[in-house]
């Protein structure tokens, strides 16, 4: 007698092979997607560096400080077109605090969201190179502090 098809066993051990490799590939597609927002993330505050570097060089100031989600008008021209600070999972605010007693300003870029993984990858990302500050749900990436440290 033969045998047209599979049995019920092999059609359940493929099924299962299938949902496992399945599954790896949906968990890393989430780690992928989670990764490459962090490092949008940094590319964004990097921009804003450079930007706020750029415009210190061209007017011997540094940018005023912005509303949080939007973008200063001073920093607008050294940003890349179409720039926000504004994105569905957090927001950015660029910070420039005043010194008292004769030292100057310190400059910084503010991140706060509700994701608290988003800042766990931000602070894995920027190891101990990057000079940040990060209370409850914001993260500040200091470009410049009140002594004139880069």
């Known amino acids: 007698m033969k045998r047209?098809?599979?049995t019920l066993v092999e059609l359940l051990v493929v099924l299962i092979v299938m949902s496992i490799l399945?599954?790896?590939?949906?968990f890393k597609y989430i780690d992928l997607t989670n990764e490459a927002e962090t490092a949008k993330v940094a590319g964004a505050m990097h921009a804003i560096r450079i930007a706020a570097f750029n415009y210190y060089a061209d007017q011997q100031v540094w940018p005023p400080d912005g509303a949080a989600g939007a973008v200063p008008p001073a920093l607008a021209p050294y940003l890349p077109g179409g720039f926000s600070f504004t994105y569905?999972?957090?927001q950015?605010?660029?910070e420039n605090v005043p010194g008292g007693g004769g030292t100057g300003a310190t400059i910084g870029v503010t991140l706060t969201t509700s994701d608290p993984k988003?800042?766990?990858r931000l602070q894995r990302r920027l190891g101990t190179s990057s000079p940040y500050i990060m209370v409850?749900?914001?993260?500040?990436?200091v470009i410049v502090d009140a002594t004139g440290v880069f």
Do not use: H, M, N, Q
């Not at 399945?22 to 949906?26: D, E, F, P, Q, R």
């Not at 409850?136 to 990436?141: A, P």
């Open 88 to 90: 569905p999972k957090y």
């Open 4 to 6: 047209r098809g599979f």
């Open 22 to 26: 399945a599954s790896i590939a949906v």
């Open 92 to 94: 950015l605010d660029f």
């Open 136 to 141: 409850g749900g914001t993260l500040t990436y």
């Open 118 to 120: 988003l800042l766990e």
